[in-house]
């Protein structure tokens, strides 16, 4: 169960997606437009955002971008359109989720339910990350899965970090190049294909059975974690 912060201008929408999520055992804070979001991300803490595309002062993507920048936070945008391009935009930004208007109540509350539970990362003591199987290092960039320390290249060592640190989300080639080389302009998107495939065999290697590496064919990737 979470905090949501819910940004939809529109009220009969905003109502119907209040009552669903309480009823589902959340608690939610609904702003009307971006300013108010961006007060409410300054007094409270939230573990998911619901934001619609279409707002009066600014747009879900562009809010999107600018609540990132200050605190990590899941997001699911709303849009009337589900144009593909609009899709990838989303997912460029850093969106976990997208649901086309008319949506039905049920499939939000999934949804959320599925985005919180990617969320829940767990902080050990010692400075260690654990998410579902994973157990990150960053001061040492040491990864292990299913209790095996990984023998990592440089590159698959960043791009497993970085898909760590946002599970479930679809990160682009571009993203993922942007995060992990130097010099993103000198890398191709054959050269992240080509790191993430070693990086699956070591995987595979690992834990046999499981697959958590998702490709998203013309988007990028995700990685499963529990
Ligand atoms: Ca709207």
New binding site residues.
């Given amino acids: 169960m979470g905090a949501i912060l819910l940004v939809?201008?529109?009220i009969a929408i905003a109502e119907t997606v209040i009552y669903a999520l309480q009823a589902d055992g959340h608690t939610v804070r609904h702003c009307l437009d971006g300013q108010q979001a961006r007060a409410a991300v300054h007094d409270a803490v939230f573990d998911l955002a619901i934001l619609?595309?279409?707002?009066?002062d600014v747009s879900g993507f562009a809010l999107c971008g600018e609540l990132r920048r200050s605190v990590p936070l899941p997001v699911i945008f709303l849009t009337?359109q589900a144009a593909e391009s609009e899709r990838v935009l989303g997912f460029d930004l850093g969106a976990d989720d997208y649901i086309a208007k008319p949506f039905s109540l049920r499939e939000l509350v999934a949804r959320v339910r599925v985005a919180l539970r990617r969320g829940a990362v767990q902080q050990t003591g010692d400075g260690v990350t654990r998410t579902g199987a994973f157990e990150h290092d960053a001061d040492g960039r040491r990864i292990r899965y299913h209790g095996h320390a990984l023998d990592l290249t440089r590159y698959e060592y960043g791009l497993l970090a970085a898909l760590l640190a946002r599970p479930g989300a679809v990160l682009s080639r571009l993203q993922l190049m942007e995060r992990v080389w130097e010099d993103a302009a000198e890398t191709g998107d054959r050269t992240v294909d080509t790191h993430v495939k070693t990086l699956r065999a070591k995987l595979r290697a690992a834990a046999p059975a499981a697959d958590p590496l998702r490709t998203h064919r013309g988007v990028g990737y995700s990685l499963d974690v529990d």
């Fill in positions: 939809e201008d529109e619609d595309v279409g707002l009066p009337a």
